[in-house]
């Protein structure tokens, strides 16, 4: 029966370590062949650098083949919604690009970034999920409302870095940016810290700018499951003493979703939330990390980023072998390491 990967919630802790496992050994030996014949779609309905790389080049390493298809571009605009009348500009309905994808390849992603319209509406994350409703391969998400790829990433970097992570300190910090962004890398940062027993710390300006209820639930009780700490506060310093492990991200406030100029009259008092080095001297040597794009001196400062102590670049190379790791899952080739 298929698995898709949709949201690490839906993955125990062992599951995901054991895709953490064989991703360290592939990162020690890249050029596999369990993948040879396999054939992967890779559907973006929004820009990506990093997530469009490392999966066409994992899937080279592994012997497969990725197929890139940009629907409004390069191929039909896709339609969504159930029971709708088609008479706008989609062409083709997720029912059956599904269907004949699922007929031509053995596994299919999607990047669908929400519409930044209604909240009440995108956190149900429906594109994805219509897409694996209809789909008979494993899906795999490169971005919707969570981010779990890029999750696997951060945990292979921290667990580098920190050894034993559980009870270890994991600050998610928001930081300013001149528009309001999307709340998928923070929920994946809750969601994934929470999964392996960190004491999690979020940190945000206001009461305005917390997470959907859903993951703050969910990190909360994932905590709790390991005898660890979810904290949420404004404070900064308090925020910052003792981390072990700072990971900075911008997002928008949920009560003015879709109002960016009301939103904006929220933020634009919280550019002293980026992340520089006095801050930094306040954790217990943390390490510091950003899933990327990062705008310097918005987000966080050159002496931040140039630091020995940031670890962003690394974290955006461990999305190549996690991903790797992640399709020979999907397929059933797991590795047999002493990792």
Known sequence: ?????????????????????????????????????KSIALLFLNPSMRTRTSFELGMQQLGGMAIVLQPGQDAWGIEFEPGVVMDGAPEEHIK???????SYVDMIAIRAFPAFQDWSVDRLDH????????????????????????????????????????????????????KPLNTAV??????????????????????????????????KAQCEAH???????????????????????????LPFYGNVQAEFEQRKNYQHFIVDG???AMTNQAKFSHCLPLRRNIKATDEVMDADYCVALEEAENRLHVQKALMMHLMGQQLKTEE
């Open 227 to 253: 005898a660890a700490t979810f904290t949420v506060t404004h404070d900064i310093e308090a925020a910052y003493t003792g981390a072990d492990f700072v990971y900075a991200k911008s997002w928008g406030a």
């Open 186 to 219: 923070a929920n994946s940062g809750l969601l994934i810290s929470s999964k392996f027993g960190m004491d999690v710390t979020l940190l945000c300006p206001n009461e305005h700018y917390l997470l959907d209820a859903h993951y703050l639930a969910a990190a």
């Open 1 to 37: 029966m298929k698995k898709h990967f949709l949201s690490t919630e839906d993955w125990s802790q062992q599951a995901l370590q054991d895709l953490l496992n064989d991703a360290s050994y592939l990162k020690q030996h890249p050029l596999q062949n369990h993948l040879a014949g």
């Open 96 to 102: 059956e690009v599904a269907g004949v994808l699922s």
């Open 278 to 280: 006095s801050k930094m």
């Open 127 to 178: 594109k994805i999920k219509g897409l694996a409703a209809h789909a008979s391969v494993p899906v795999i998400n490169m971005e919707t409302i969570v981010h779990p790829c890029q999750e696997l990433a951060l945990m292979m970097t921290i667990q580098k870095h920190l050894k034993t992570v559980k009870r270890k300190k994991f600050l998610l910090t928001w930081t300013y940016h001149p």
